[in-house]
């Protein structure tokens, strides 16, 4: 059965490819999403703005005319710089609303990350075919529909508020002006509203889009992710000769610390285990163990350092079985292994203790 092709991305991005795209600004968020909530967020403070800065502008002209009258150099930038200040404080208000609202459209789209490769020059962006490419292709087609679709809408929200407000244009000669600006003024605002609320259902399309064209591009092929797998968890052959190198490493401070035991306990071929007794650090303590070859190296050794070895099977199958090296010896096997270096203590004084012996056991362990 033929399968798919080994270069072809089958699988989907790990955690730290989206990590990785996001850090260089591929994070699959849609800017209409952004722009028409700004908007209609804008068409709620609007008004309020709208008449500050018409109030401001009624005092500053009054202002100005005193000085037309009455030139002043130094009154004229206090003027200045008094109708800066307060049409600034006018559009604060929106302009705090509009940043608010893109931040929080950004965060609900899968948060805020910052993206400094984009601020470094790179010329691929420059190629003309690159733009070429995608005018022609799906994203430009995609473009090509939502702006249609745009169109499409407001042209509608516009035929209907029109409509409404025709009559109202007729009948205007029985109105003040004041009530025809608020009418229009209303009309237009509610254009901008219905205009951005079907902008952000349309933008809700856009943001699924650009979610699936981000998460194809973001694909990887079986390779990659095998070849990432190596990367944050490590070779499984290097973590293998590490882990054989520390094995090793430890085997031979093991076997060092032969030289120093004061016994030991062998079954008699398959299993040594070497024990220390120092009285100011406590219980005896294994030192070195092993089976098979092992327990041979530790005989051999034991040998050449002129250790006492002591046959004993059970004694020595319960260490090699309940010990770890470094390990005090259970209070269950003190009797045992005190009844070993007692023999030990009375052959060393007859000096008779080096080499082999064989002991049989005083009790069950």
């Given at each position: 059965?033929?399968?798919?092709?080994?270069?072809?991305?089958?699988?989907?991005a790990?955690?730290?490819?989206?990590?990785?795209?996001?850090?260089?600004?591929?994070?699959?968020?849609?800017?209409?999403?952004?722009?028409?909530?700004?908007?209609?967020?804008?068409?709620?403070?609007?008004?309020?703005?709208?008449?500050?800065?018409?109030?401001?502008?009624?005092?500053?002209m009054?202002?100005?005319?005193?000085?037309?009258?009455?030139?002043?150099?130094?009154?004229?930038?206090?003027?200045?710089r008094?109708?800066?200040?307060?049409?600034?404080?006018?559009?604060?208000?929106?302009?705090l609303?509009v940043?608010?609202?893109?931040i929080?459209?950004s965060?609900?789209?899968?948060?805020?990350?910052?993206?400094?490769?984009?601020?470094?020059?790179?010329?691929?962006?420059?190629?003309?075919?690159?733009?070429?490419?995608?005018?022609?292709?799906?994203?430009g087609?995609?473009?090509?529909?939502?702006?249609?679709?745009?169109?499409?809408?407001?042209?509608?929200?516009?035929?209907?508020?029109?409509?409404?407000l025709?009559?109202?244009?007729?009948?205007?000669?029985?109105?003040p002006?004041?009530?025809v600006?608020?009418?229009?003024?209303?009309?237009?605002?509610?254009?901008?509203?219905?205009?951005?609320?079907?902008?952000?259902?349309?933008?809700?399309?856009?943001?699924?889009?650009?979610?699936?064209?981000?998460?194809?591009?973001?694909?990887?092929?079986?390779?990659?992710?095998?070849?990432?797998?190596?990367?944050?968890?490590?070779?499984?052959?290097?973590?293998?000769?590490?882990?054989?190198?520390?094995?090793?490493?430890?085997?031979?401070?093991?076997?060092?610390?032969?030289?120093?035991?004061?016994?030991?306990?062998?079954?008699?071929?398959?299993?040594?285990?070497?024990?220390?007794?120092?009285?100011?650090?406590?219980?005896?303590?294994?030192?070195?163990?092993?089976?098979?070859?092992?327990?041979?190296?530790?005989?051999?050794?034991a040998?050449?350092?002129r250790?006492?070895?002591?046959?004993?099977?059970?004694?020595?199958r319960?260490?090699?079985?309940?010990?770890?090296?470094?390990?005090?010896?259970?209070?269950?096997?003190?009797?045992?292994?005190?009844?070993v270096?007692?023999?030990?203590?009375?052959?060393k004084?007859r000096?008779?203790?080096?080499?082999?012996h064989?002991?049989?056991?005083?009790?069950?362990?």
């Amino acid at each position: 059965m033929a399968g798919k092709p080994a270069g072809e991305k089958t699988e989907k991005a790990t955690p730290r490819k989206i990590k990785k795209a996001r850090h260089e600004g591929q994070i699959g968020h849609s800017h209409e999403l952004g722009s028409w909530a700004s908007m209609l967020a804008a068409t709620f403070v609007l008004p309020k703005v709208m008449g500050s800065l018409m109030s401001d502008s009624r005092e500053t002209m009054i202002e100005v005319g005193g000085i037309i009258n009455d030139p002043d150099i130094g009154r004229a930038l206090s003027i200045a710089r008094h109708a800066t200040l307060q049409g600034a404080q006018a559009v604060a208000p929106l302009a705090l609303l509009v940043l608010f609202t893109s931040i929080a459209s950004s965060a609900l789209q899968g948060g805020i990350h910052v993206a400094p490769k984009l601020a470094m020059p790179k010329f691929s962006r420059l190629n003309p075919l690159h733009g070429v490419k995608r005018m022609f292709g799906p994203q430009g087609l995609w473009a090509l529909a939502k702006a249609l679709g745009k169109m499409a809408v407001l042209s509608a929200v516009t035929y209907f508020s029109v409509r409404q407000l025709v009559p109202t244009l007729l009948g205007a000669g029985s109105l003040p002006l004041s009530a025809v600006l608020s009418e229009t003024m209303g009309s237009a605002l509610n254009v901008i509203r219905y205009g951005a609320a079907a902008g952000i259902v349309l933008s809700f399309a856009d943001v699924a889009v650009v979610r699936r064209r981000n998460n194809k591009q973001l694909k990887m092929t079986k390779q990659e992710v095998k070849d990432e797998h190596k990367q944050s968890e490590g070779d499984p052959q290097m973590k293998g000769a590490i882990r054989s190198r520390a094995l090793a490493m430890s085997r031979n401070r093991m076997m060092a610390d032969v030289a120093s035991a004061d016994v030991v306990l062998v079954n008699p071929t398959h299993v040594a285990v070497a024990l220390k007794y120092d009285p100011d650090k406590g219980a005896p303590r294994v030192v070195a163990k092993g089976a098979d070859h092992i327990a041979a190296k530790i005989r051999e050794l034991a040998e050449q350092n002129r250790v006492p070895m002591v046959q004993d099977i059970p004694l020595a199958r319960t260490l090699y079985a309940t010990c770890d090296i470094g390990q005090e010896i259970p209070a269950e096997l003190f009797q045992g292994v005190a009844t070993v270096l007692a023999f030990i203590l009375r052959l060393k004084r007859r000096g008779s203790a080096v080499g082999m012996h064989k002991m049989q056991p005083l009790v069950a362990r």
